[in-house]
């Protein structure tokens, strides 16, 4: 290139310095916050250190991701994120001292699809509110992973609206009355470590999918899931449970299954699954069952029972069984009585079980024709189990 005038070629220099100029202004508008790196491929923000104290106010444009580690933030404040409303993950990791989610605090995330919490010990008590005003439009996932939550307040998640997934692995999880109330739709519930379980968890929320407890330890209180009228599948396994109250499970409509697995369970109240209505299928397998002397423990209406290599402390009681199809040769006693089946231990221990005075002999099928005709309830519903079978393999 060839310059004839000079004046031109200064206006040119000046040009290029004015454009130079423009991009770091630009990017003084969009800085990194202090004390995070802004990784340009990822578009993720990692704010990480002891000298992290704080929650950066906003991020420069196109970051959707933060990731917040190895801080010393404290709080999560109300409203933290009002400034980033195109976040759409939001992870916190090894935060020692963080304590505190203040209630809507993760109000207007409208894009919001995942807030992880891993390894955040100081975080035990989830607060009323909390969880609240997010506005989603998309699902969202909710999780905590080696992080000791102790207590679940009451309207935790009040008004919360599409959770594609809530995973809680608690330490000693006391869910308080209304933990999970009025949650608008939730497809997949995972806690763990659960003690306890009080009254009306579930209040006004009606649209849960599927609910699963794991290696937890408590009793169920009557109409613990009586409000989750459209859930698919319940499924409690791994858990101590002493106690089963009767009606422990009613409320429950159009379920398809309900599923304990290997699961220690102390007594199963007579009428803990009656009320259950439309049910499709009720499992119990693989449980260790300390008292299942009456049929009744686990009479439902259900398409189809499987009750299924169970071991249970085997005594007399236990008679009705044989006359539930296979069901006594697919379950079976302690060490006290060797592992055999119920049906072998029936057939050498009682046979003079009428004469037989039992603790509970007005439960007995073979004494009584009110708990005769539970038992054929349980038939009827393995012989319609078979048709409805038959069925599905014929559409
Ligand atoms: C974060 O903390 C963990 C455990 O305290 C440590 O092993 C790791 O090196 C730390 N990472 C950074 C990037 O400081
Ligand atoms: C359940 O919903 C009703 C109607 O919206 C409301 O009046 C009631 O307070 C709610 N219950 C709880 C425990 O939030």
Redesign the pocket.
Known sequence: MRFTNGTLFWNLIILLLFLLHLRPTNALRDTCPIGCQCDEDTQKVTC??QQVVTLPDRLPSGYEQLLI??SSVRTIEKNSFRKMEKLTQIEFE?NPNLGTIEKLAFKGLKKIRLIKFTACPGLTELQKNSFSGIQNQMGLKIIFERTPIHRIDGHTFRHAQNIRELTISGEELALSRHCFANINQLDFLTVSGVVLIEPEIFTNSTRFHVVHFKNSQFDIPPNTFSSLSHTSHLLIEHTKIPSIAPDAFSGLTTIQVIELHACQLGTISARAFANVENLGELKILRNTIGDLDTSESIMSRALKTRVEENTLECNCGMKWMTSVEEMSDINFCSTTASFRSIRSFVKAKCSHISKQVSRKSNHLPSTSGVSSTFSNVVLFSFILSRVFDDFRIFL
Request: hydrophobic share 0%; aromatic share 0%; proline share 0%.
């Open positions: 990480e250190g580690r190895n090894n």
